[in-house]
């Protein structure tokens, strides 16, 4: 099992920043791949960025592209999300995902999740 604690979300103005934090736990030498993904209310849970944890590889939602990124710090088991030029429509709930067999895919592929963090962007 892998805990997942996000942090570090918050109110912010459009085109302001703000920085995630995801701590992991617990079998963490068994993940291959981190993950955030976003909730917006009345809509589904959608794929924002992941990384690879071995290597560092990164994949990146088309409407995050050039304004968010993902890293990780493997010494400390935890994984960021550096969000820039932030824009209302990134309001929702981040969630922080991990697997120990996939690096990318839907949010049902994936085996472990926090809790979630609240993002507000005002326009």
């Known amino acids: 099992q892998v805990q997942l604690v996000e942090s570090g979300g918050g109110l912010v103005q459009a085109g302001g920043s703000l920085r995630l934090s995801c701590a992991a736990s617990?079998?963490?030498?068994?993940?291959?791949?981190m993950a955030w993904f976003r909730q917006a209310p009345g809509k589904e849970r959608e794929f924002v960025a992941a990384v690879r944890w071995s290597g560092g590889s990164t994949l990146y939602a088309d409407s995050v592209k050039g304004r968010f990124t993902i890293s990780r710090d493997i010494a400390k088991n935890m994984a960021y999300l550096q969000m820039n030029s932030l824009k209302p429509e990134d309001t929702a709930v981040y969630y922080c995902?991990?697997?120990?067999?996939?690096?990318?895919?839907?949010?049902?592929?994936?085996?472990?999740w926090g809790q979630g963090t609240q993002v507000t962007v005002s326009s």
């Open positions: 995902a991990a697997d120990p067999r996939l690096w990318t895919g839907p949010a049902a592929s994936w085996d472990y």
């Open positions: 617990g079998r963490t030498f068994s993940m291959f791949g």
